[in-house]
């Protein structure tokens, strides 16, 4: 098995594929201003201090809840004003999920990264709209799909003359309500581009409280120090102050004060793999 050995410029000062972590770090979604601040703060200062790069990670709409009812965001206008505020004051790069086309353009005028969710990531116009922006692209391995075939939503946005594509792993459908992480999908994927690891939704179980999701958060040091073994390239984490009062995603979001214990672990095992 051959690996990739090119490197992604996600920004100017951000290289994925070298010797340092990469961090995708946020609350689920931009619930406000103080809240992303709060984390950002917090998750920049640890990172600055250990040496990883830091991308800060909200959602401004969260397209594909399972309930109807259930909590989205602040819409598409008010959650990019947020993003870009926590962008120019917090002076880091901005990752953020969109769902339709038309939303890349405008998207990417805030955002220097843009996240395809798990669910679209199939979705070939929304991939080919992104890959136009310019910006990076960083696409989550659907539930449904087999690693070998992520190679394709790659060169979906390659297509458009963008090599800023990079993958995530957040785990595999394993019967109704739950996922499981095959961690030979890391060095699979690692053939095409590098591969970011989703410490938060790898432990999701969709639709398991009855029209919202839960999670087993206790599982999170195990999988990420696996796959922090296996040499993925970095990790995406969402962490919330309190995350049982979080909007969304709250049952399997690392609380904000252990967000350092749980950094220092990761990288003795990131370090040793490198």
């Known amino acids: 098995m051959e690996i990739f050995k090119d490197k992604v410029q996600v920004t100017d000062n951000i290289t994925l594929g070298g ?4 961090l995708f770090a946020g609350p689920c979604a931009a619930e406000s201003y103080d809240i992303c601040m709060e984390v950002g703060t917090k998750v920049k200062a640890l990172t ?3 040496g990883i790069q830091y991308v800060f990670k909200a959602s401004f709409d969260k397209a594909n809840r399972t309930s109807a009812g259930s909590y989205r965001g602040p819409s598409m206008e008010g959650g990019l004003q947020i993003l870009e505020r926590v962008k120019k004051d917090l002076k880091v790069p ?6 339709e086309s038309y939303q890349c353009a405008e998207v990417a005028h805030v955002a220097d990264v843009l996240q395809i969710p798990a669910y679209l990531c199939r979705q070939t116009d929304l991939l080919k709209a992104a890959g136009k922006t310019g910006k990076a692209v960083k ?3 659907g539930q449904f799909m087999s690693p070998e075939d992520m190679q394709y939503a790659v060169a979906k946005v390659r297509g ?3 090599d800023k594509v990079f993958l995530t792993e957040r785990g595999t459908m394993f019967g109704y309500n739950n996922l499981v992480v095959d961690m030979r999908s890391l060095p699979i994927m690692r053939q095409y581009t590098p591969v970011i690891f989703d410490v938060t939704h790898s432990v999701q179980r969709p639709g398991g409280l009855g029209g919202k999701s839960g999670g087993d ?3 999170t040091p195990y999988l990420a120090k696996a796959a922090a073994a296996a040499g993925v390239d970095g990790f995406f984490i969402e962490t919330h102050p309190n995350p049982e009062k979080a909007l969304s995603d709250g049952p399997n979001m690392i609380p904000l004060h252990e967000m350092e214990g749980f950094l220092k672990d990761i990288m003795s095992f990131w370090s040793l793999a490198r």
């Open 94 to 99: 901005i990752v953020t999920d969109v769902h």
């Open 160 to 162: 458009e003359g963008n």
């Open 48 to 50: 600055e201090s250990m």
């Open 19 to 22: 010797n340092k972590m990469v």
């Open 217 to 219: 958060r206790q599982f």
């Open 139 to 141: 696409v989550k391995k």
